[in-house]
Protein backbone atom coordinates (compact mmCIF):
# COMPACT_ATOMS: atom_id res chain seq x y z
CA UNK A 1 0.00 0.00 0.00
CA UNK A 2 1.63 3.40 -1.16
CA UNK A 3 -0.05 5.57 2.04
CA UNK A 4 3.56 7.22 2.84
CA UNK A 5 2.80 10.62 3.85
CA UNK A 6 4.99 11.27 1.18
CA UNK A 7 2.45 10.13 -1.27
CA UNK A 8 -0.99 11.50 0.52
CA UNK A 9 0.39 14.97 0.56
CA UNK A 10 1.36 14.56 -3.44
CA UNK A 11 -1.89 13.44 -3.69
CA UNK A 12 -4.07 16.34 -2.11
CA UNK A 13 -1.44 18.97 -3.62
CA UNK A 14 -2.47 17.40 -7.12
CA UNK A 15 -6.64 17.62 -6.04
CA UNK A 16 -5.74 21.49 -4.64
CA UNK A 17 -3.61 21.74 -7.94
CA UNK A 18 -6.80 20.44 -10.27
CA UNK A 19 -9.74 22.67 -8.30
CA UNK A 20 -6.83 26.00 -8.58
CA UNK A 21 -6.53 25.00 -12.19
CA UNK A 22 -10.79 24.63 -13.18
CA UNK A 23 -11.43 27.88 -10.83
CA UNK A 24 -9.65 29.76 -13.15
CA UNK A 25 -10.61 28.36 -16.15
CA UNK A 26 -13.83 29.18 -15.53
CA UNK A 27 -13.28 32.89 -14.77
CA UNK A 28 -11.36 33.05 -17.61
CA UNK A 29 -14.47 31.18 -19.98
CA UNK A 30 -16.36 33.41 -17.93
CA UNK A 31 -14.51 36.93 -18.93
CA UNK A 32 -13.92 35.53 -23.04
CA UNK A 33 -17.46 35.32 -22.96
CA UNK A 34 -18.29 38.59 -21.97
CA UNK A 35 -16.29 40.05 -24.38
CA UNK A 36 -18.11 38.18 -26.71
CA UNK A 37 -20.97 39.70 -25.74
CA UNK A 38 -20.02 42.88 -26.06
CA UNK A 39 -19.40 42.68 -29.59
CA UNK A 40 -22.68 40.02 -30.48
CA UNK A 41 -20.08 37.22 -31.43
CA UNK A 42 -19.53 33.38 -30.51
CA UNK A 43 -16.92 31.56 -29.95
CA UNK A 44 -16.40 29.82 -33.21
CA UNK A 45 -16.64 33.07 -35.09
CA UNK A 46 -13.28 34.30 -33.84
CA UNK A 47 -11.53 30.89 -35.11
CA UNK A 48 -8.31 31.48 -37.63
CA UNK A 49 -9.85 31.19 -41.11
CA UNK A 50 -6.30 30.13 -43.25
CA UNK A 51 -6.40 26.60 -40.38
CA UNK A 52 -7.04 23.89 -43.14
CA UNK A 53 -9.39 22.18 -40.57
CA UNK A 54 -11.53 25.87 -40.20
CA UNK A 55 -11.72 25.85 -43.87
CA UNK A 56 -13.07 22.94 -44.93
CA UNK A 57 -15.79 23.53 -41.56
CA UNK A 58 -16.81 26.41 -43.46
CA UNK A 59 -16.97 25.24 -46.57
CA UNK A 60 -19.34 22.36 -45.12
CA UNK A 61 -21.50 25.26 -42.80
CA UNK A 62 -24.79 25.61 -44.09
CA UNK A 63 -25.08 28.49 -45.59
CA UNK A 64 -27.74 29.89 -43.37
CA UNK A 65 -25.66 29.77 -41.06
CA UNK A 66 -22.54 30.88 -42.95
CA UNK A 67 -24.63 34.06 -43.48
CA UNK A 68 -25.95 34.45 -39.76
CA UNK A 69 -21.76 33.99 -39.37
CA UNK A 70 -20.87 37.34 -41.60
CA UNK A 71 -23.57 38.95 -40.27
CA UNK A 72 -22.42 38.69 -36.80
CA UNK A 73 -18.78 39.60 -37.90
CA UNK A 74 -19.92 42.68 -39.82
CA UNK A 75 -22.11 43.85 -36.93
CA UNK A 76 -18.87 43.27 -34.28
CA UNK A 77 -16.77 45.70 -37.06
CA UNK A 78 -19.13 48.25 -36.41
CA UNK A 79 -19.83 47.90 -32.92
CA UNK A 80 -15.65 48.07 -32.64
CA UNK A 81 -15.67 51.33 -35.16
CA UNK A 82 -18.39 52.99 -33.16
CA UNK A 83 -16.77 51.74 -30.00
CA UNK A 84 -20.14 51.57 -28.61
CA UNK A 85 -20.92 47.80 -27.07
CA UNK A 86 -24.00 46.08 -27.90
CA UNK A 87 -26.90 46.85 -25.60
CA UNK A 88 -27.35 44.62 -22.45
CA UNK A 89 -31.39 43.36 -23.59
CA UNK A 90 -29.26 42.08 -26.90
CA UNK A 91 -26.24 40.46 -25.00
CA UNK A 92 -28.29 38.99 -22.76
CA UNK A 93 -30.12 37.25 -25.75
CA UNK A 94 -26.63 35.99 -26.80
CA UNK A 95 -24.91 32.70 -26.22
CA UNK A 96 -21.77 33.38 -27.00
CA UNK A 97 -20.07 29.43 -26.17
CA UNK A 98 -22.41 28.15 -28.47
CA UNK A 99 -20.65 25.60 -30.96
CA UNK A 100 -21.53 25.58 -34.46
CA UNK A 101 -18.12 25.42 -36.38
CA UNK A 102 -16.51 22.86 -33.88
CA UNK A 103 -18.42 20.02 -34.51
CA UNK A 104 -17.82 20.36 -38.26
CA UNK A 105 -13.40 21.66 -37.54
CA UNK A 106 -13.50 17.94 -35.27
CA UNK A 107 -15.05 16.26 -38.61
CA UNK A 108 -12.74 17.79 -40.96
CA UNK A 109 -9.54 17.15 -38.58
CA UNK A 110 -10.38 13.62 -38.33
CA UNK A 111 -10.75 13.04 -41.89
CA UNK A 112 -7.62 14.69 -42.67
CA UNK A 113 -6.20 12.74 -40.35
CA UNK A 114 -7.43 9.58 -41.64
CA UNK A 115 -6.29 10.77 -45.10
CA UNK A 116 -2.37 11.81 -43.48
CA UNK A 117 -2.50 8.14 -41.90
CA UNK A 118 -3.64 6.64 -45.63
CA UNK A 119 -1.21 8.31 -47.87
CA UNK A 120 1.82 7.14 -45.54
CA UNK A 121 1.35 3.44 -46.51
CA UNK A 122 1.07 3.99 -50.30
Known amino acids: DDRSPQS ?11 RLFKSVAKSYQANVARSLNEYGLRLDD ?12 LKRLPPHELQ ?12 SFKRKPLPPEIQALQDPMKPYL ?10 RIERELLNTYT
Not at 9 to 18: D, P, Q, T
Not at 46 to 57: K, Q, S, W
Not at 68 to 79: E, H, S, W, Y
Open 8 to 18: VSRMSLLRFGE
Open 102 to 111: SPLIEEAKAR
Open 46 to 57: ILVEEDPDVAMA
Open 68 to 79: MRARRLKRAMDI
